[in-house]
């Protein structure tokens, strides 16, 4: 199994800014498509954004150009920075990873999740 732990989260005023992690740990051969989630009180679930093992990323319209979504191979870790903050970015903040396990079985892990409230 791959357990994954987010950090990062916080209260910041609009128009700020925070760098979440989140990072993975157990059997792993290797990880694939990583993505951050969001989920807001009353909404249903969002991908906010994803990349690939080969860094192809992909973002929600809501977030493009202002978030960033980048992977660290050698460390098991994706970040979201997250910039130019609004009101409406606060949610819940999960990870999702897609891994391959050292017996070769292909699977997801979600992470707990790391909370963003963005309000002045």
């Known amino acids: 199994q791959v357990q994954l732990v987010e950090s990062g989260g916080g209260l910041v005023q609009p128009g700020g800014s925070l760098r979440l992690s989140c990072a993975a740990s157990?059997?792993?051969?290797?990880?694939?498509?990583m993505g951050w989630y969001r989920q807001a009180p009353g909404k249903g679930r969002e991908l906010v954004a994803s990349?690939?093992?080969?860094?192809?990323?992909d973002y929600a319209a809501s977030v493009k150009d202002r978030f960033t979504i980048s992977r660290d191979n050698a460390k098991n870790t994706v970040y979201l920075q997250m910039n130019s903050l609004k009101p409406e970015d606060t949610a819940l903040y999960c990870c999702?990873?897609?891994?391959?396990?050292?017996?070769?079985?292909?699977?997801?892990?979600w992470g707990r999740g790391t909370q963003v409230t963005v309000s002045s």
């Open positions: 157990g059997s792993i051969f290797r990880l694939d498509a």
């Open positions: 990349i690939t093992n080969d860094g192809i990323t």
């Open positions: 999702n990873v897609v891994w391959v396990g050292i017996e070769l079985q292909r699977s997801h892990s």
